[in-house]
Nanobody, 115 residues
Framework: QVQLVESGGGLVQAGGSLRLSCAAS????????MGWYRQAPGKQRELVAD???????NYADSVKGRFTISRDNAKNTVYLQMNSLKPEDTAVYYC?????????WGQGTQVTVSS
């Protein structure tokens, strides 16, 4: 089965940076759309960014210009570089893989941005 393991979360001050990683297994990684979602306390899970197998990217308006999604198909890994972090970016960040109607989730990694 598909396994997604996130890493790289933590506590950072406002204006700082973090890079999240998600290692995937059990999937033909190069054919999957990979994405990052987040869920803050009391809020619904929302898309942060995703990248198709062809390299097309999509970002939430709130992170455009600050976050960058990338993937390394040789390493079956997707990344989320987060710069200029704000307190409102605080959330659990989840890796997501989507292929042919099947969606899989990682366990999540906490990102906390202090003001």
């Amino acid at each position: 089965q598909v396994q997604l393991v996130e890493s790289g979360g933590g506590l950072v001050q406002a204006g700082g940076s973090l890079r999240l990683s998600c290692a995937a297994s059990g999937i033909i990684f190069s054919l999957a759309t990979m994405g990052w979602y987040r869920q803050a306390p009391g809020k619904q899970r929302e898309l942060v960014a995703d990248m198709s197998s062809g390299g097309w990217t999509n970002y939430a308006d709130s992170v455009k210009g600050r976050f960058t999604i990338s993937r390394d198909n040789a390493k079956n890994t997707v990344y989320l570089q987060m710069n200029s972090l704000k307190p409102e970016d605080t959330a659990v960040y989840y890796c997501n893989a989507y292929k042919r109607g099947n969606r899989s989730w990682g366990q999540g990694t906490q990102v906390t941005v202090s003001s």
